[in-house]
């Protein structure tokens, strides 16, 4: 068992690394981004919640967020655990978090975080926004909100995680094959 959570600013590359990741260790790729935006396009009760937050680029409130994720671990099956990206994003889902796991003995390995410069995080998003058609990358705006909303609320995470001695730190700048290899080199010796 393996699970593992990716930190990053919005436009670092979690996603991209964490399907690769997923698919080389059969882990479950836990993504609350994708999770909201499936919801939003069923337009079920969560998703017309959810969507009012997204499209301005804030953060759900945790109550909904914890929720949804202990559901989610409940329901997965038959992988070597878990890789949790853009969750926790705030102190309190990280504690909320913490608690959850005890109570159902599971244990975060790793905290992997992708390191990218803000200029460049604003280029990625504004490249994103054309090719995937995001309501939340389409304006400067929301992408810079998204991005204050990441250093006040969940940056702090990286001290949280640090105290835990769980923070590795990943250049998130390059090429995603280069980068995959330096998270596949970390999760090699760790294995
Ligand atoms: P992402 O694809 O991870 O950037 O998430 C897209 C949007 O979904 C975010 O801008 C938030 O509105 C919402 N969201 C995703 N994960 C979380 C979370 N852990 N807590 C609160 N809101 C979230």
């Not at 930190?7 to 790729?29: C, D, E, F, R, T």
């Not at 981004?33 to 919640?49: A, Q, S, Y």
């Not at 640090?162 to 995603?176: D, P, R, V």
């Amino acid at each position: 068992m393996m699970n593992l959570i990716f930190l990053g600013a919005p436009g670092a590359g979690k996603g991209s690394q964490a399907v690769k990741i997923a698919q080389k260790y059969n882990l479950a790729h836990l993504s609350t981004g994708d999770i909201l935006r499936n919801e939003v396009d069923k337009k079920t009760e969560l998703g017309i919640i959810a969507k009012q937050y997204m499209d301005k680029g804030e953060l759900l409130p945790d109550d909904i967020i914890i929720k949804m994720v202990e559901n989610k671990i409940k329901e997965v099956k038959g992988f070597n655990g878990f890789i949790f990206d853009g969750f926790p994003r705030t102190i309190k889902q990280a504690e909320d978090f913490d608690k959850m796991l005890d109570s159902i003995k599971i244990r975060i390995d790793s905290v992997i975080l992708l390191d990218v410069s803000k200029e460049i995080l604003i280029e990625r998003l504004s490249k994103r926004a054309v090719l995937e058609n995001r309501k939340d990358d389409s304006d400067i705006s929301i992408i810079e909100n998204r991005i204050v909303q990441y250093l006040q609320k969940t940056a702090p995470l990286i001290d949280y995680y640090k105290k835990q001695n769980k923070l590795i730190k990943i250049n998130g700048i390059g090429l995603i094959d280069d980068i995959f290899i330096a998270i596949t080199n970390i999760i090699d010796k760790k294995i």
